[in-house]
């Protein structure tokens, strides 16, 4: 617990629908804290973390307008763990000190729970500074699919890109509340309408 305010960690795998949970407590006026866009914010032109990774991995991480390409430094780190743990070492204490200023922010306005979602919280070691954790998931053969389409990639593409991912199954250990997001949307919904309402003893925050 963070100044009074209960911080729930959101995460899951890649393709498990983290956003649409996410925007049902949007809709709830919790607010949500994404890590992915705390990350893009950290490495702006002219940022500290910019200037680090480009004397890491040199000026070809950038685009003709100066921007970090993430999916070029993705493919530099995807099958280096080496690599990768040193980018980590540069973006995830820049990510935490601006999640704590957000986390900070809410909790002077009032609210008494905030999420924060990110894909990689438990990978991270991030999920140790949450109250709480859930996790989103769904069944192996339709991450495969919304993957697929979602990425236009072909199922070896999505299957190296799940394989080297944390297991669903071994996320779900680590959360408090798992939402099975295999169903339809309103299905979802539904759950998150009762875990929401156990969670705050009523349907709002």
């Given at each position: 617990?963070?100044?009074?305010?209960?911080?729930?960690?959101?995460?899951?795998?890649?393709?498990?629908?983290?956003?649409?949970?996410?925007?049902?407590?949007?809709?709830?006026?919790?607010p949500v804290i994404d890590a992915d866009?705390?990350?893009?914010?950290?490495?702006?032109?002219?940022?500290?973390?910019?200037?680090?990774?480009?004397?890491?991995?040199?000026?070809?991480?950038?685009?003709?307008?100066?921007?970090?390409?993430?999916?070029?430094?993705?493919?530099?780190?995807?099958?280096?763990?080496?690599?990768?743990?040193?980018?980590?070492?540069?973006?995830?204490?820049?990510?935490?000190?601006?999640?704590?200023?957000?986390?900070?922010?809410?909790?002077?306005?009032?609210?008494?729970?905030?999420?924060?979602?990110?894909?990689?919280?438990?990978?991270?070691?991030?999920?140790?500074?949450?109250?709480?954790?859930?996790?989103?998931?769904?069944?192996?053969?339709?991450?495969?699919?919304?993957?697929?389409?979602?990425?236009?990639?072909?199922?070896?593409?999505?299957?190296?890109?799940?394989?080297?991912?944390?297991?669903?199954?071994?996320?779900?250990?680590?959360?408090?509340?798992?939402?099975?997001?295999?169903?339809?949307?309103?299905?979802?919904?539904?759950?998150?309408?009762?875990?929401?309402?156990?969670?705050?003893?009523s349907s709002n925050e």
């Amino acid at each position: 617990m963070l100044n009074k305010i209960k911080v729930i960690g959101l995460t899951g795998g890649i393709a498990t629908g983290k956003n649409s949970v996410a925007s049902f407590f949007s809709e709830h006026g919790v607010p949500v804290i994404d890590a992915d866009q705390l990350a893009r914010a950290a490495v702006l032109p002219g940022s500290t973390a910019l200037g680090q990774i480009i004397s890491l991995f040199g000026h070809e991480v950038l685009t003709r307008e100066g921007v970090l390409d993430r999916k070029r430094l993705g493919g530099m780190v995807f099958s280096d763990p080496e690599k990768r743990r040193k980018l980590e070492s540069i973006l995830h204490p820049e990510i935490q000190k601006r999640a704590e200023e957000c986390i900070t922010q809410a909790a002077q306005a009032g609210h008494r729970r905030v999420i924060y979602m990110a894909p990689l919280l438990i990978e991270t070691g991030a999920s140790n500074r949450m109250d709480d954790i859930w996790v989103v998931t769904v069944r192996p053969e339709i991450q495969l699919e919304r993957l697929m389409q979602r990425d236009g990639i072909s199922a070896e593409q999505a299957l190296r890109i799940i394989d080297s991912q944390m297991p669903l199954s071994e996320k779900e250990r680590y959360g408090s509340v798992v939402i099975d997001n295999s169903g339809s949307e309103a299905e979802t919904r539904m759950f998150l309408e009762t875990a929401w309402t156990k969670e705050t003893g009523s349907s709002n925050e």
